[in-house]
């Protein structure tokens, strides 16, 4: 079945660093979206990829969307406090069903 | 606007009962998603109404149901609850819905529990 594999499951950074989550799937997507959920919150949407080798930014955050359309990523730069959370990618397949992404919990050290 | 609001925030129950969990959605937002997250096993799609009818449904029993009212309000129903629907439910509402990419807009979610 259709299954959404990010990694990794957790990651600490020290303030200032680098931090990237990387989302597979098993099949081709039509589309991804972005999710950032906060300790305690709810997932809010951050971006939808849907061109192949697409690319897009916000501010600190970059995201790309493969070639295949089968993987994405999410590049932080410079992390902050605020960046703390569970960052989740969602994929849509051409049945129209959103799998989400099992997460990366990103832990932010001051 | 307000945002997607999801009624009650927290409920416990007891094996066998049933539960039914209430989502307003943003206004003019037609679409209405269920997902039930827990912490092994993530957020996995429950079902997806869209003016009325089910459109898209994902790999829960059918011990696990719901409806959309003709205002987009939708409920989601679980009978015969067991102790691993213990669980936070959240409800994401989106203009269009899924069939034409629309951002979900989630609501704050309803925990469960049951014992």
């Known amino acids: 079945g259709q299954q959404v594999m990010q990694i990794p499951q957790y990651q600490h950074v020290q303030e200032g660093e680098d931090f990237t989550t990387y989302c597979n799937s098993s099949t081709t997507l039509s589309n991804i979206q972005w999710y950032k959920q906060r300790p305690g919150g709810h997932p809010v949407f951050l971006i939808q990829?849907?061109?192949?080798?697409e690319v897009k930014k916000q501010k600190r955050l970059t995201f790309q969307f493969g070639e295949a359309k089968k993987n994405s990523s999410l590049h932080i730069t410079a992390t902050q406090t605020t960046d703390v959370g569970t960052y989740f990618c969602a994929g849509r397949t051409g049945a129209n069903n959103l799998f989400f992404g099992t997460g990366t919990r990103l832990t932010v050290i001051p | 606007k307000a945002g997607v609001t999801q009624t009650p925030r927290y409920l416990i129950k007891t094996r066998g009962q049933q539960v039914t969990l209430s989502c307003s959605p943003i206004?003019?937002?037609?679409?209405v998603s269920w997902y039930q997250q827990t912490p092994g096993q993530g957020l996995q799609f429950l079902f997806e109404?869209?003016?009325?009818?089910?459109?898209n449904k994902g790999n829960f029993p059918g011990r696990f149901s719901g409806r959309q009212f003709s205002n987009s309000r939708s409920e989601m129903n679980v009978s015969t609850l067991e102790l691993g629907d213990s669980a936070l439910y959240l409800c994401?509402?989106?203009?269009?819905?899924?069939?034409?990419?629309?951002?979900?807009?989630f609501g704050p979610g309803t925990r469960l529990t049951v014992l």
């Open positions: 990829l849907v061109k192949s080798g």
């Open positions: 206004s003019g937002h037609r679409s």
């Open positions: 994401a509402s989106s203009l269009a819905g899924a069939s034409l990419r629309d951002e979900q807009f």
């Open positions: 109404y869209f003016s009325e009818t089910q459109r």
